[in-house]
């Protein structure tokens, strides 16, 4: 009786046809230009004193070596464009690992940027070299791990290798649709969404509109046009933590921006849906020119991160002055009380109580008759003095605007 020989359930062979092969072309190039940007960047000695007195640099690097290792996977698809074809073996395995390691290199620290900031410039908690050390080790033995557990403990004979042909190139095949969501998606997802939320709250808190009382989180908005409310108090580290925000805020955005088209198409196709061939090709573009996106923002915003360097750091303690300022709803600038005076004329004595000192009620009291005895002018009234509610005799003259407005009469 003869065994019944059943067909693999992974490809071992992936012909192109013209239009894969032009899109492939594309995406690889994308790959080669964020590679180019990135080493450009670091010969240049563009990243020399960036992001003083913190250890955003550190991640910053462990960032652009993730974008390089994402933009290396993708670059290895020029051998298939040669070839015409993808062909399952050692080559097409090592840039499957290639690629799910700078995809989640890219994820992992895209989020400890944000976390690192987070704990920076909204939890205001001192920073150690140790911890970044630790911080640097963990991150990628994650990396690493994440990469390994799929052929070392999730592969098996009868879904075939866990790294293959996957579409248009080789990644985690199609035989392992969990492995692709939770060993990559999910961790691209994350850092982009909770990501963005700890930038938000960092810029909330750095503003003034997120602070804290009577150990509480409360929320403060002002009105357009209020802005400077939002300021009282805030001493020259505050400015300093909001130009930060403000600069590092743009990679969550643009990682954000990168990532939804890319992981929209891949859900549709999870969905059992269909996704046009040239919407797949070019989210992929967008999604592979990470690495120079990142470099453009740096080179973009680097001079506006402020010179901290003569300022003492981030988390030194100092009296929180915007907070007694909240608390009684802010000040109004330019309200001035009028003391109680008693205006002295050639005829007479008028008194008038604080606020009251009103042109109206001044122009009504006096009549537009009184004659002063020391005119500074040629107008026809002029105040000599004023007698304070001590009884101290002070020399007092209304602005021209109201001389001008009696004389007039």
């Avoid at 464009?81 to 993808?86: D, L, M, P, Q």
């Avoid at 990469?147 to 199609?174: A, L």
């Avoid at 030194?316 to 109680?340: C, M, N, Q, W, Y």
Wanted: charged fraction near 15%; charge should be positive.
């Amino acid at each position: 009786m003869s065994k019944v020989e059943q067909l693999p359930l992974f490809e071992a062979v992936k012909v192109y046809d013209s239009f894969d092969r032009a899109g492939v072309t594309w995406i690889s190039t994308a790959g080669l230009v964020s590679i180019l940007a990135i080493i450009i960047l670091l010969v240049a000695g563009k990243l020399k004193n960036a992001y003083p007195r913190t250890h955003v640099m550190a991640y910053f690097i462990s960032l652009l070596i993730a974008n390089t290792i994402q933009s290396t996977g993708t670059a290895m698809n020029l051998r298939w464009v040669k070839e015409g074809e993808i062909n399952a073996g050692m080559f097409c395995s090592l840039q499957g690992g290639i690629k799910q390691a700078g995809n989640v290199a890219t994820a992992v620290w895209s989020f400890m940027i944000a976390l690192h900031l987070f704990n920076l410039l909204f939890l205001r908690l001192p920073t150690t070299k140790l911890g970044l050390a630790a911080t640097l080790c963990f991150g990628w033995a994650f990396v690493a791990t994440i990469v390994s557990v799929g052929p070392v403990m999730i592969q098996t004979p009868e879904k075939g290798p866990y790294f293959g042909i996957s579409g248009n190139w080789c990644w985690i095949t199609n035989g392992y649709p969990k492995a692709q969501t939770f060993l990559e998606y999910f961790f691209e997802f994350f850092s982009a969404g909770v990501g963005f939320i700890l930038y938000a709250a960092i810029l909330m808190r750095v503003r003034g509109n997120l602070y804290q009382a009577d150990d509480k989180w409360r929320l403060r908005f002002v009105p357009a046009g209020e802005g400077w409310k939002l300021s009282l108090g805030r001493d020259l580290l505050d400015s300093a933590m909001l130009k930060a925000a403000q600069h590092m805020v743009w990679y969550p955005v643009a990682y954000t921006v990168i990532l939804v088209p890319i992981s929209l198409a891949r859900l549709v196709e999870f969905a059992g849906g269909s996704v046009p061939d040239w919407a797949v090709d070019v989210t992929d573009v967008l999604y592979n020119l990470t690495g120079f996106v990142n470099v453009m923002i740096f080179l973009a915003t680097r001079h506006l991160f402020p010179d901290v360097g003569m300022l003492p750091d981030f988390t030194t303690p100092r009296k929180d002055l915007r907070g007694s300022f909240i608390e009684h709803g802010g000040v109004s600038p330019f309200r001035l009380s009028v003391p109680a005076v008693t205006l002295t004329t050639e005829n007479g004595k008028v008194e008038t109580m604080g606020d009251d000192l009103e042109l109206g009620r001044l122009n009504q009291e006096l009549g537009g008759n009184a004659n002063g005895r020391n005119k500074h002018s040629s107008r026809r009234f002029s105040v000599l003095t004023s007698t304070t509610e001590s009884g101290e005799q002070l020399p007092l003259r209304l602005p021209e605007r109201v001389l001008t407005l009696f004389s007039k009469r």
